[in-house]
């Protein structure tokens, strides 16, 4: 009946299908408090698609194609994820989309692709489209924590979080 509410506090660009679940239990006073407790925020946009919803229905997930997500890094949120690398803090991701979006930027770096990365840099600010697929044995660059939900079976976002945690440990907190 509400919109706004299927929609977290610090949403600001229309267009994706569906609200980045992970952060729909953040509120103002959470945030200002994880502010207070010396946690710097930093956002992201990536637009979720209708084929975030897809099951992956080959039988090697390597085959499976990822659909493409737009996405926006700007320059003081890639500024700050360079920083905390350099500094040796964590990089804690809220939903598997800002965890696809970083490691994407990461990718493109590594592999010499736009937008350039100066020296010593994980990723740079930019913008475009994400096809990256996260699967076990994926070998994080930027994350170091991921706040999430759980997800569908076969579901791309079920596999990066098998990714990060581990699939045993995953399939241990869904029993």
């Known amino acids: 009946a509400d919109p706004e509410r299927y929609q977290t506090v610090y949403a600001r660009v ?3 299908v569906a609200a980045p679940t992970a952060g729909l239990h953040f509120t103002p006073d959470l945030l200002d408090g994880l502010r207070t407790l010396g946690v710097e925020l930093a956002f992201v946009t990536l637009h979720v698609g209708w084929d975030s919803f897809r099951p992956v229905s080959t039988e090697d997930v390597a085959s499976h194609r990822m659909h493409t997500e737009y996405w926006e890094l700007g320059r003081k949120t890639a500024e700050s994820v360079n920083a905390a690398k350099r500094d040796g803090r964590r990089v804690v991701c809220v939903g598997t989309t800002a965890v696809r979006l ?3 930027a990461a990718a493109l770096a590594a592999g010499g692709g736009e937008p350039a990365v100066q020296l010593g840099e994980v990723v740079a600010p930019g913008s475009g489209w ?4 996260i699967y076990p044995g994926y070998r994080f660059r930027v994350v170091d924590a991921l ?3 759980f997800h569908l079976p076969r579901s791309t976002l079920l596999m990066l979080t098998s990714a990060f945690a581990g699939r045993e440990l995953v399939l241990r907190a869904y029993a």
């Open 14 to 16: 229309a267009g994706s």
């Open 102 to 104: 970083l490691e994407h």
């Open 130 to 133: 994400a096809d990256l697929f």
């Open 147 to 149: 706040v999430t939900n």
